[in-house]
């Protein structure tokens, strides 16, 4: 928790060296030295400052300049051997150092925009004043970093007090009409820290959710605060309170927080501790889990509506859109699993992708996990020893046979049919000869020598 007493102006240095890495309070400290030189402050702000208050960890490094923040960023890239990416438009740099850390630098700006909604126009302003364009006052604070006042707390907005009271306001009522991204933003710093509401802010959040002020959105802008809310600790929470606020309905118009979605949504928790302890090895995109949690039920057309309107990445659309055309009928089948060959088990469940397994989990008994559990562990990876190559030098023409050879091949090794390579030139053997008697050879094939 936050130390008392606090207040605008004091000084954190200590409380830096007691809860942040030695390495990042040698990058501010390196950061403040390098903005003296160049002639400009430097502070750090938001995030860290927050949640250093807080006694959270972080890793966002966010740096605000009085001054020209992008010749700053261009002078630390130069002094630092670092490599540096900047967006003019919105006078923000990104620097990479060699050690891999990063920063984010940008210029102290005002903002003005020209319609709800709107990404913003910026122009060059203090410190206070740059504070005063962000979300919420938990996240209007900042950190002086040049000698002699590293570690000054710069506080204008009573962010102190209401990260003591554990309240969440915004700083001015047009906030949410401004930027109706604020508006998932507040959900999730709620959920995260526990924090509530402030009462005019609560009213002016359910008021901005009532108007169509999200569908003007772009749709990654939309997407991307959706799966951050989605990488919470606890997305049902999110989740359900999106729906306690009326946001669902941006997502499509028909989604709502049935009985079936609810049970779904509770069914993930255990699916991805099954996940993690038995296959932590293998990435999945736990965000993308739960949002197509939300989406079971919808239509396909319904979803592809969402899709288009969202702009997903086509990986993630593919992935999306598999899971939606075979979870149905995997989980049918796995319902009859006693009748079900390691083969068919394979055939059932090969090319499905990880996040559809955690799906296919939280809607599975423990019998119908098991079955996961064997083709995630045993028979994803069984493979003929016999290539296409053993078939060419068996003498068989190069062709589509191969693939059908192959197919059978790895059925028949699935089922325990065959187990060495002398089993499986055997079977190729019976196979070929089963085959119309025009199979095409591209010379006889001589099966007791190989």
């Known amino acids: 928790m936050m130390p008392r007493p606090l207040t605008h102006g004091c000084n954190l240095r200590d409380l830096m060296r007691e809860r942040l ?40 490094v966010d740096i605000t300049v009085e001054g020209d923040g992008m010749a700053f960023a261009r002078y630390v890239a130069n002094q630092r051997d670092a490599r540096l ?13 060699q ?38 006052t938990i996240n209007a604070l900042a950190i002086a970093l040049n000698a002699p006042h590293f570690g000054n707390l710069c506080d204008a907005h009573g962010g102190l007090r209401d990260l003591d009271k554990h309240k969440l306001r915004v700083l001015h009522d047009r906030s949410f009409v401004d930027d109706p991204t604020r508006l998932f933003r507040a959900i ?15 009213r002016l959040l359910h008021d901005a959710a009532a108007t169509d002020l999200v569908q003007q959105l772009s749709g990654p802008r939309l997407r991307n605060e ?22 669902l309905r941006f997502v499509h118009p028909r989604l709502m927080l049935t009985p079936q979605r609810r049970a779904l949504l509770a069914g993930i928790p255990p699916a991805l501790a099954w996940w993690t302890t038995r296959f932590s090895g293998r990435a999945i995109e736990y965000p993308l889990i739960y949002f197509m949690a939300l989406l079971e039920g919808l ?13 997903f990445p086509n990986r993630q659309a593919n992935t999306i859109r598999m899971v939606k055309a075979r979870l149905a009928t995997i989980l049918r089948r796995l319902a009859t699993h006693r009748s079900l060959r390691p083969s068919q088990q394979y055939r059932l469940l090969a090319g499905f ?8 989990a939280a809607q599975s008994g423990r019998l119908a996990r098991r079955l996961l559990d064997a083709y995630l562990t045993t028979y994803q990876q069984v493979q003929p020893l016999l290539t296409g190559e053993d078939l060419k030098n068996l003498g068989l023409k190069p062709g589509p046979l191969y693939r059908k050879i192959l197919d059978r091949l790895l059925d028949a ?11 499986e030139r055997a079977f190729v053997k019976m196979f070929v000869a089963s085959q119309s008697p025009r199979t095409p050879c591209a010379t006889p094939v001589k099966w007791g020598t190989q």
């Open 21 to 60: 890495p030695d390495t990042l309070l040698a990058r501010l400290d390196d950061l403040g030295h390098l903005a003296r030189q160049f002639g400009v402050a430097a502070y750090v702000v938001g995030g860290l400052v927050r949640d250093l208050l807080l006694g959270r960890p972080t890793l966002d």
């Open 85 to 97: 990416k900047i967006f003019p438009r919105f006078a923000t740099a990104y620097v990479v150092f």
């Open 99 to 136: 050690d891999g850390g990063t920063v984010d630098i940008a210029t102290a700006r005002r903002e003005n925009y020209a319609h709800p909604s709107a990404l913003p126009t910026v122009a060059p302003t203090s410190i206070t004043d740059d504070l005063t364009r962000r979300d919420f």
């Open 188 to 202: 999730r710093f709620e959920q995260r820290c526990g924090f509530r509401l402030e009462t005019r802010t609560r």
């Open 226 to 247: 959706l799966l951050l809310l989605l990488a919470e600790n606890n997305p049902r929470r999110t989740i359900q309170r999106m729906a306690q606020v009326g946001l």
């Open 299 to 311: 239509t396909r057309p319904a979803m592809d509506v969402v899709l288009t309107r969202l702009a």
């Open 353 to 360: 992708p990880n996040e559809g397994f955690v799906l296919l």
């Open 413 to 423: 090794k699935l089922n325990g049919v065959v187990r060495s390579k002398t089993d």
